[in-house]
């Protein structure tokens, strides 16, 4: 599976982005897709991800109610759509590929293709 997101960029706090993902090698349907992110000097932790086999979605506390994951099958794309951003959303945010669980997971381990990353800078 190859993954490259797109979409980050810099936004004042309260403002909006979208990221995008984009795969191929596999159909969504048969992948399970995480969002993640790294702030320096952070460890890196899940956000938000999406069961390819049924759509379920889970979302890390923070971004409850901020951020929407969405999937469309007929572009092989998954985007995470990012409402009401803070300064401390500020991350390097990647998407990431699981092959073979049921559900998705926002731990790490599952998941072994990767996007490049791409940057989310929000200002106060």
């Known amino acids: 599976v190859q993954l490259v997101e797109s979409g980050g960029g810099l936004v004042q706090a309260g403002g909006s982005v979208r990221l995008s993902c984009a795969a191929s090698?596999?159909?969504?349907?048969?992948?399970?897709i995480g969002w993640f992110r790294q702030a320096p000097g952070k460890e890196r932790e899940g956000v938000s991800c999406?069961?390819?086999?049924?759509?379920?979605?889970w979302y890390k506390e923070s971004v409850k109610g901020r951020f929407t994951v969405s999937a469309d099958n007929a572009k092989n794309t998954v985007y995470l759509e990012m409402n009401s951003l803070k300064p401390e959303d500020t991350a390097l945010y990647y998407c990431?590929?699981?092959?073979?669980?049921?559900?998705?997971?926002?731990?790490?381990?599952?998941?072994?293709?990767w996007g490049q990353g791409t940057q989310v800078t929000v200002s106060s």
């Open positions: 999406i069961s390819g086999h049924d759509g379920i979605t």
């Open positions: 090698g596999f159909n969504l349907d048969d992948l399970n």
């Open positions: 990431a590929a699981d092959s073979r669980a049921w559900e998705c997971s926002l731990g790490l381990s599952p998941y072994d293709s």
